[in-house]
């Protein structure tokens, strides 16, 4: 028979949870920058400035704990030290896949994905070098150029409403 005390007992463990055979992965694939893709960032009546990426720019970068998100701000939706993202870079520009199954919120940001709701991507990064070209357009409007030959940094990666380059992408993984 158990003797009984008023102390108090505790115990100690961890519990871990395995993911089943059965659990749906929800993967995206996309691109958040395409590369040698000019795009306007800005225009009026006598200026238009451009940017473009060109294909080496990734070479060296950080792609270290990358974070998905939407439009770039609020919650996270994979990122790469939890193995739910990958970004590369690949001929096309830089490559992403993402598993949006993780959380509720990632599973609605796939259906919206799915459904085209969302198509297009964008990154938030830092520059470690690039090059200006000038030239005056057949409208007499100065355009500037500017390449990004060195990416220092990757912060993230974003699904998002509204892109910067209309050459991005993103999408539901066709199996």
């Not at 949870?17 to 694939?29: F, G, Q, T």
């Not at 609605?108 to 470690?128: A, D, P, R």
């Not at 007499?140 to 993230?156: H, P, Q, S, W």
Request: glycine content about 6%; overall charge negative.
């Amino acid at each position: 028979m158990p003797i009984k005390t008023n102390e108090r007992e505790y115990r100690d463990f961890t519990l871990a949870v395995a993911p089943s055979d059965d659990e749906e992965k929800l993967i995206v694939d996309g691109y958040a920058s395409v590369f040698g893709n000019p795009y306007t960032l800005y225009e009026d009546s006598e200026l238009v400035i451009q940017e473009q990426v060109d294909s080496k720019a990734f070479e060296g970068a950080d792609l270290s704990d990358v974070i998905f998100q939407y439009n770039h701000e609020g919650r996270v939706f994979a990122r790469t030290s939890n193995n739910t993202l990958s970004v590369f870079p690949d001929e096309k520009g830089l490559a992403i896949q993402a598993d949006l199954g993780g959380t509720d919120i990632g599973r609605q940001l796939y259906q919206e994905i799915k459904g085209k709701y969302t198509t297009q991507m964008s990154y938030g990064y830092t520059v470690k070098d690039a090059s200006w070209e000038d030239r005056k357009l057949d409208d007499g409007r100065t355009l500037e150029l500017r390449t990004i030959t060195a990416i220092n940094k990757v912060y993230d990666v974003s699904a998002v409403s509204i892109p910067a380059n209309d050459a991005t992408s993103i999408s539901v993984r066709n199996l």
